[in-house]
């Protein structure tokens, strides 16, 4: 590109990684407050958790046009295109991620105070805890172009995974002990769902990261999600 | 921009509208053969749903390297830089379209052949019905740079909504009567989420028809997803 070593570009780059950072550090307090939020039955927390959201969706906004200016304006080549382009794929998970956050606030407006079994709760938390550690470390090695650390994300599935599975059992079981139960668990099943999901685009944003680096893209090696489907028949088969 | 004429130009955002209108028909099929799968226990049909997964995710990647090259190269101002954007957004969102069907696919394998309520599975094939329309509807108001048909779209998302409220309430009355139904049930209840987590996407299309063509965003009048959670409340409250 005829424009690299301009500090007009250089500044374009830094101002997209800040703007990539920014909306992650909101989707990692975003989700936490969510959990806490279903923990306590906090209705205003939830109601915040929400407006959260449309900060971040701008943030994904604003990064599509600082990006797409970039590429018009100083037509890059290689590693410079590559952490533009990486911007606009993680900018798009932590969009995502942002929708589940929400996702599980307005759960708890739906849920109207209504006390949830506390055991899945802790659940629910341990789960969200795995999460949030992933998303902090892909954004670390986002910050840090490590593409190593990236790689521990990538592999580091299967742990959230565990604990969903558990949690379904446990969820399951206290539907199947009293249908009185079913509306409250099918919203933490949604809840938890939401998190196992949100773990996969933190794993997506790991192998962004691992792309920018490298300028290589990851194989399919990475065990991935919606195991729970399988566990659920596997805990309690139903009629056949 | 300096180009807007010439020929290779027109050929780019060609090759570019050519690929999103093949993702969108792969995910109007897949989509359509995800619901046949789960009506008929089609454990076949599911595998080869989760398979055309791959073709969407390959397309979407091709449209994000034709849209970075074309900018770097061609330098698009306003309406074509909107065409180019519009693609890149709408690629994104038949690609978790196609997540969304390949998940039902995965649900209906690890079903087993298990069969399901079929009054139940009538109101998902209903509300993909809805969605595949809505789909179809604003796959064609891209191809026509339509921007009335896509605003008919972005409203038509409440009969969706309306068939999912009484869906949730019939699945939710299977699971109250024998908790051995819950397996099943909450396997329909993610299928149903799913199809009408695609109608949302549908809908964001819609805005992005609107955008390309009319160079506005649509502001937030028009009402939006996660009804069911609500419904779920007014239906069947749990204890409190």
Redesign the interface.
């Known amino acids: 590109m005829t424009n690299h070593t301009t500090k007009a570009f250089d500044a374009d780059l830094l101002e997209l990684r800040r703007k990539v950072g920014e909306m992650g550090g909101l989707a990692e307090r975003q989700t936490a407050a969510a959990v806490d939020a279903l923990a306590h039955c906090d209705l205003a927390l939830a109601r915040r958790v929400i407006l959260i959201d449309d900060m971040i969706d701008r943030l994904q906004r604003e990064i599509?046009e600082v990006s797409?200016v970039t590429?018009?304006?100083r037509?890059?080549m290689a590693v410079d295109?590559r952490e533009?382009?990486g911007a606009?794929r993680i900018a798009?998970d932590l969009e995502r991620i942002g929708d589940l956050a929400k996702?599980i606030g307005?759960?708890v407006l739906?849920?109207?105070?209504?006390?949830l079994p506390q055991k899945a709760v802790r659940g629910v938390r341990h789960m969200a805890d795995l999460v949030l550690a992933q998303l902090k470390a892909v954004l670390d090695s986002y910050a840090c172009r490590d593409a190593e650390q990236a790689l521990v994300v990538w592999r580091s599935d299967e742990a959230v995974d565990a604990v969903n599975n558990s949690l379904f059992g446990e969820v399951?079981a206290y539907?199947?002990a009293d249908?009185?139960?079913?509306?409250?668990c099918?919203?933490l099943?949604?809840c938890a769902?939401n998190i196992e999901r949100e773990g996969d685009h933190a794993t997506n944003i790991a192998e962004t990261v691992h792309y920018i680096v490298e300028g290589r893209t990851l194989g399919d090696g990475r065990p991935r999600a919606?195991r729970t489907?399988?566990a659920?028949?596997t805990i309690?088969?139903?009629?056949?």
């Open positions: 599509e797409v590429i018009a304006r037509q890059p295109l533009i382009v606009l798009n996702n307005k759960r739906a849920l109207k105070g209504q006390i399951f539907m199947m249908p009185h139960n079913v509306t409250l099918i919203h099943l949604f769902k919606d489907s399988q659920l028949v309690a088969p139903g009629r056949s």
